[in-house]
């Protein structure tokens, strides 16, 4: 390992802030989130060190981080063969950052879980065209023309869906990311702010008082 990653840096690369960053795939690491993708999107160019079954000697990683940045990344609370899989998750996720990669520059901003705002929440569900399939149609709002109840309706399925699968994210959302009508959508969802919590970063509970 420690000759391949010489051989990469002998081929003239600068160190520094504009240099490589390290990814280390690794159960034991930080989670992996669209935040760290992010930044990772920033770095110049990454070198990714996948190991195999009981992964890479301790030395090899202290050693490298003495000359770049090292980011010991978890995809998931499991474990895997190999890093493969890991570095293609990572690659994915960076990759559609990069200028030039998406049609829609601003696309990404739009994702579940886009860092910068106060409330992350997951997207809601997705229709496109033709508006009949299988005898299946979609919501009538969406064909209104209407952008204003068409973000309304994209809103109110956001919450929807992040309260029944990622509960955890409504816990830490800031209330003063949410406007009236979301906290409407949230009590009729069965939550409520958590004074109590708040020191401790859990901003909302469910009305019912069941922990999540």
Request: hydrophobic share 35%; net charge negative.
């Amino acid at each position: 390992m420690g000759d391949a990653l010489d051989s990469v840096l002998a081929d003239g690369y600068e160190s520094g802030s504009r240099g490589p960053a390290l990814i280390v795939p690794t159960p034991s690491g930080r989670p992996f989130t669209q935040e760290l993708a992010v930044e990772l999107s920033e770095r110049p160019w990454l070198i990714f060190t996948p190991a195999r079954y009981e992964g890479i000697d301790r030395r090899v990683v202290d050693e490298y981080a003495t000359r770049m940045p090292v980011y010991e990344v978890s995809i998931g609370d499991y474990v895997l063969a190999g890093g493969e899989a890991a570095v293609l998750v990572v690659t994915e996720a960076v990759a559609r950052l990069l200028p030039g990669v998406l049609g829609n520059a601003e696309s990404h901003r739009d994702d579940s879980f886009a860092p910068g705002a106060m409330a992350s929440l997951l997207e809601g569900p997705v229709h496109t065209k033709p508006p009949q399939w299988r005898g299946r149609g979609i919501p009538d709002v969406l064909l209104s023309g209407h952008h204003g109840k068409i973000a309304r309706w994209r809103r109110d399925e956001a919450l929807r869906r992040t309260t029944a699968h990622r509960p955890d994210l409504i816990e830490r959302c800031d209330p003063k990311a949410f406007d009236k009508k979301d906290r409407e959508m949230l009590s009729i969802l069965g939550w409520e702010p958590d004074p109590a919590g708040q020191p401790y970063g859990r901003f909302w509970r469910r009305t019912d008082g069941m922990e999540q």
